[in-house]
């Protein structure tokens, strides 16, 4: 079972992953988490150099990295883990790269992000992705005291654009479900838990 959370940054992902990693446990599944960009030694390293605001990126270059630290992550972690039947959880996922880099930053036709994503997922497709649906300005509310990374420097065109990406990519895909992330984190995780226990994966 493989399950990714999207929405902007400070939509809650972190916290409700958690959640519903701890309800897991409850019911006897150890879920693996990974965080992308991230998750293995050479993805870290990738993600420190995405995030550090003192490296300018070529925007082309910034797909390449999202999707080269994704492919390692795939490659070493996750096939393996669902390939011996175990529960993965990915803190984003192949639709970020999608809302972020194509519709957020435009460095490429949508169609060629497809493409790249396909490649560096090796093919792997999550069975439900949890979209945190929240507003560009109660996001930025939520994480206004943090000190801002390189992607989070983009400014507000860039996050309204991200959004719609988000938004676009849940409606043309049956893997999403769509919540409402303006509420407190007992009442989204109560609608994720619902979405993972109808999938039918939880005997
Ligand atoms: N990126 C990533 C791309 O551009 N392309 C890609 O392909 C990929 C994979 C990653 C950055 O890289 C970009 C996207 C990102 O800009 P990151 O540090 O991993 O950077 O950032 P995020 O994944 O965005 O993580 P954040 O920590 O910013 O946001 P979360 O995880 O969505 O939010 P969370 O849970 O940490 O919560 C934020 C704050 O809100 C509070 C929490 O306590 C916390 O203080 N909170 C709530 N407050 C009120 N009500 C609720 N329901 C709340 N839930 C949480």
Redesign the pocket.
Known sequence: MLISFE???????????HQLRQRLEFQGIDANLY????GTEVSEVI?GL??NPEFPINPVT?VLL??S??SQLIAEHVIPKMKNGEWVIL????D??V???GY??QSLPIEHIHSINTIASHGVIPDITFY?RLSRQQ?QA??KN?HR?R??QAGDDFYDRVIQGFDTLAASNNRFRTID?????EQ?HADVWDAVVKSGFIQ
Request: hydrophobic share 30%.
């Open positions: 929405g902007i940054d400070g939509s809650g992902k972190t916290t409700q992953i965080r992308e960009p991230g993600r995405l995030l910034e999202f999707s630290a994704r803190d984003r996922f192949y970020s790269t809302a972020y880099q957020g930053r945190l996001a939520r994480i943090r990374d992607m989070e992330a303006d509420r407190t984190p989204i």
